[in-house]
């Protein structure tokens, strides 16, 4: 046992088990570092840039498998397009890096600071939005009014933003209403919704290409499975035609809910990281139909 310990002393020795002196600005210095690196990552996260990321990754982790195998004429390849892959990677994420270097901008370091500590919400929007939501679709349906509302999810919703008229207004029954009513200058086009707020009206939408949808829809209905198709939104439509409410999610189509369909999905989604549970209980219900 003496012997052990002794040969375990020695190993220590050979380590320097000293450690440095941490001082207050050290410790600054890395809080700034984690803020900025947490920022990178949400903006990341929040726009287009977070899929092409993935994809980047994709094709890193094919050359890693095939330098594992010595893949030789792939790894040459890889090698020769490495330059030209550096300025597509430029040049693709040009309008996502602009558009950060612009928001970094128009907007105070402090307050910067104080919105990255403080969204600690949990709830993506409130009851009263909840209710507010529910009650203006099924306001304006029973007047044949037609609406399209996308309420933004994880994906941020920035770029189509910008196509419309910004709005910057507590979500309310009357509010929603008033903007989708005919004849008035903001009511074609979609309303984005993020948290309480109607952040953007007569935003335009990307329309799908799904061939299967039905002739009985119309442009309204493709513009919101066109955004529910390229991101996590989910898009309630009201018909002008029947005034039937309309919901999209996950690129698939809920024609004709009621009121207490909404509300229910509606509250599925309040909660956030509540998206993939949608999901998961839209696959058992299909599976459960199909077996049936």
Same mark, same amino acid.
């Given at each position: ?10 190993? /220590?020795?050979?380590?320097?088990? #000293?450690?440095?002196? &941490?001082?207050? %600005? ?5 809080? +700034?570092?984690? @803020? ?120 941020? /919703?920035?770029?189509?933003?910008? #196509?419309?008229?910004? &709005?910057?207004? %507590? ?5 929603? +209403?008033?903007? @989708? ?112």
């Amino acid at each position: 046992m003496t012997a052990f310990i002794d040969r375990m002393n020695g190993f /220590l020795a050979n380590f320097d088990l #000293t450690f440095p002196t &941490i001082r207050v %600005i050290d410790i600054v210095e890395i809080i +700034i570092i984690a @803020f900025f690196i947490y920022e990178i990552l949400v903006w990341l996260k929040n726009s287009r840039a977070f899929m092409l990321i993935r994809g980047i990754l994709v094709i890193v982790a094919f050359f890693a498998f095939a330098a594992l195998l010595q893949m030789n004429t792939i790894l040459w390849l890889g090698e020769k397009l490495l330059n030209v892959a550096i300025i597509a990677i430029v040049v693709v994420f040009q309008p996502e890096m602009r558009q950060a270097l612009e928001q970094l901008g128009r907007n105070n370091l402090f307050r910067v600071l104080a919105s990255g500590f403080s969204k600690n919400s949990n709830q993506r929007f409130s009851d009263h939005t909840l209710n507010d939501l529910v009650k203006a679709c099924y306001d304006m349906g029973a007047v044949k009014t037609g609406a399209l509302i996308v309420i933004e999810m994880e994906t941020g /919703l920035s770029e189509y933003e910008r #196509t419309g008229i910004p &709005i910057d207004a %507590i979500l309310s029954r009357q509010l929603l +209403i008033n903007i @989708f009513e005919k004849n008035t200058p903001l009511h074609d086009g979609a309303v984005l919704v993020s948290g309480d707020r109607v952040v953007s009206a007569t935003c335009y939408l990307p329309l799908s290409d799904n061939m299967t949808i039905s002739k009985d829809l119309g442009t309204r209905h493709r513009a919101a499975l066109g955004i529910s198709e390229v991101s996590d939104a989910v898009t309630i439509v009201v018909s002008e035609e029947t005034g039937a409410v309309s919901v999209t999610v996950g690129g698939k189509l809920r024609h004709d809910i009621s009121s207490e369909q909404l509300t229910k999905l509606l509250k599925s989604i309040q909660k956030k990281n509540s998206v993939d549970e949608e999901k998961k209980s839209e696959r058992r219900s299909s599976d459960e139909a199909e077996n049936k």
